[in-house]
């Protein structure tokens, strides 16, 4: 059920990436007369109506490169007024690449569509951005878009439904060269208190069951090996992904920093889910040695079988992170590229194309083969139930084996339900990121995800048992060596 709601979650945003819905809406059209604009005619397909007036605007950006314009031609803006007036000022802005600065010659108003007018910005605020041509403090790009250097160090591209850029005209008649973008500004400090209070309370409880099963002789099996790496990943997630919250939200992050734990998270994130897929693949693998013993894949020693599992799920993650870094960092590739991650001109960690093609392709991948396992498992727990009904009592050692894996499979599913919420959430929030009383229910299943963990592989009457029988030997370990080290002396 888990992976079929996924699968459908990651169609959704497949459609969404394979045709922008985005593409022509209001604030991308223009307003048709005669459905022609500027000289240029519109067909059937380019033309749409408008949410408000019902009447028909032209898709611009189909037409060709567009770029939005403040006010008319020959019109300039006027900052302390806020208006457009009408002004003998020339509009000529300069236009560049992001990766190579000013294109000489480039004559914008010939190259591009300009749609006229301020944009609405929802839920967002309107800021003047400074446009020098210095760069890289802002700069309008060949492709229309406005890239543009953000306070925080950050560096963010808009679109042209997101700026408007004119001649701006101050109160002592002097004109220069400005900007308007739809910017949301510093986030609401609680909120990220909120999330980061959250991760840092679930690291706690993942961090404190690790602990557990490393003090534990009798846990320190293949299978409790696999968990402490899968936890440890997801321990060293939640703890960047919290640090970049907090540095977020007290001004201190910096491109640098963002790339480092982006890197650090991605690569922390892809190896938790390696780490579901090989628990998965163990238990299925267990089972089917049980049935089979002949069919043996992998080499029986637990620690040689570990260093196996180790190369996979540190291995593949580590390789999609030196791919994204490459890519990210890459000078052959074109700057509309779709491939490219774009980390730096997007804020902090993946956004829109990007998370969907390094970060939910692989993952749903995952879960998809994490659910065959699971069937096939269960088939072959009922095949051998069947089978050894006649049985039982002449292999009681077997069969508690087998009873102990059955559990340690029941676990899994759980711990992979757990999770497979958490990854729902993540879809839906990169679907609808409005509603606020839903994402501070998905902050609260973050501290409820450590504390879940804890609860499913701590809190159980056989673990305490464990733990009480540990702290004996410790204690009485402590006294030993008191007396030893009286008697020698």
């Known amino acids: 059920m888990i992976t079929f709601i996924t699968v459908i979650a990651f169609c959704v945003i497949l459609s969404g990436v394979v045709s922008d819905p985005q593409l022509c809406v209001d604030q991308k059209s223009v307003e048709l007369v005669n459905r022609t604009y500027n000289g240029i005619t519109f067909g059937d397909d380019e033309v749409i109506l408008s949410n408000t007036t019902g009447e028909e605007r032209g898709c611009v950006c189909l037409k060709g490169t567009c770029a939005r314009k403040c006010c008319p031609f020959g019109w300039v803006y006027n900052e302390p007024i806020t208006e457009c007036v009408p002004s003998s000022y020339a509009f000529d802005p300069p236009v560049g690449k992001q990766k190579s600065g000013i294109i000489e010659g480039f004559n914008a108003t010939k190259e591009f569509i300009f749609m006229i007018g301020r944009m609405k910005c929802t839920g967002e605020n309107e800021v003047r951005m400074a446009a020098t041509p210095e760069f890289p403090e802002m700069l309008l790009l060949n492709d229309g878009k406005l890239?543009?250097?953000i306070p925080n160090k950050?560096?963010?591209?808009y679109e042209p439904d997101k700026y408007c850029i004119d001649t701006f005209l101050e109160d002592d008649g002097t004109a220069h060269l400005d900007a308007l973008i739809c910017y949301k500004g510093k986030p609401d400090p609680k909120n990220h208190e909120i999330k980061s209070s959250c991760m840092l309370i679930s690291c706690f409880f993942i961090l404190l069951t690790v602990a557990v099963y490393a003090w534990i002789p009798e846990l320190r099996n293949l299978p409790g090996m696999v968990l402490m790496a899968y936890l440890l990943s997801f321990f060293v997630g939640f703890?960047?992904?919290?640090?970049?919250?907090?540095?977020?939200?007290t001004d201190d992050i910096t491109q640098n920093i963002c790339l480092v734990c982006t890197f650090i998270v991605y690569f922390s994130l892809l190896s938790a889910f390696f780490w579901m897929n090989v628990m998965c693949y163990d238990i299925w693998w267990t089972f089917s040695r049980t049935c089979c013993k002949n069919s043996q894949v992998l080499p029986e020693k637990p620690h040689k079988r570990f260093?196996?599992?180790?190369?996979?799920?540190?291995?593949?993650?580590?390789?999609?992170?030196?791919?994204?870094?490459?890519?990210?960092?890459?000078?052959?590739?074109?700057?509309?590229?779709?491939?490219?991650?774009?980390?730096?001109?997007?804020?902090?960690?993946?956004?829109?194309?990007?998370?969907?093609?390094?970060?939910?392709?692989?993952?749903?991948?995952?879960?998809?083969?994490?659910?065959?396992?699971?069937?096939?498992?269960?088939?072959?727990?009922?095949?051998?139930?069947?089978?050894?009904?006649?049985?039982?009592?002449?292999?009681?050692?077997?069969?508690?084996?087998?009873?102990?894996?059955?559990?340690?499979?029941?676990?899994?599913?759980?711990?992979?339900?757990?999770?497979?919420?958490?990854?729902?959430?993540?879809?839906?929030?990169?679907?609808?990121?409005?509603?606020?009383?839903?994402?501070?229910?998905?902050?609260?299943?973050?501290v409820?995800?450590?504390?879940?963990?804890?609860?499913?592989?701590?809190?159980?009457?056989?673990?305490?048992?464990?733990?009480?029988?540990?702290?004996?030997?410790?204690?009485?370990?402590?006294?030993?060596?008191t007396h030893t080290t009286n008697g020698e002396f």
Not at 239 to 249: D, P, V
Not at 448 to 473: E, S
Request: with cysteine; net charge positive.
């Open 147 to 149: 890239y543009v250097e």
């Open 239 to 249: 703890l960047f992904l919290a640090t970049m919250q907090i540095l977020i939200m």
């Open 307 to 446: 260093t196996y599992y180790a190369l996979y799920a540190f291995g593949v993650p580590t390789a999609l992170t030196a791919l994204l870094a490459t890519l990210e960092f890459s000078k052959s590739l074109p700057v509309k590229h779709p491939l490219l991650p774009m980390i730096r001109l997007q804020g902090c960690f993946l956004y829109g194309n990007s998370k969907f093609i390094y970060l939910y392709v692989p993952i749903v991948i995952l879960c998809v083969a994490n659910t065959t396992f699971f069937v096939l498992t269960a088939f072959k727990i009922a095949k051998m139930k069947r089978e050894t009904q006649m049985l039982q009592g002449r292999e009681s050692g077997t069969h508690d084996q087998q009873r102990k894996d059955t559990q340690r499979f029941t676990v899994y599913i759980k711990l992979f339900v757990l999770m497979g919420i958490n990854w729902i959430l993540e879809v839906i929030s990169s679907i609808y990121p409005e509603p606020d009383a839903f994402w501070q229910f998905f902050d609260a299943y973050n």
């Open 448 to 481: 409820l995800i450590g504390l879940f963990i804890f609860i499913m592989f701590v809190c159980k009457k056989k673990t305490w048992k464990m733990i009480k029988k540990r702290f004996a030997q410790v204690k009485d370990d402590r006294l030993h060596t």
């Open 154 to 157: 950050m560096l963010i591209i």
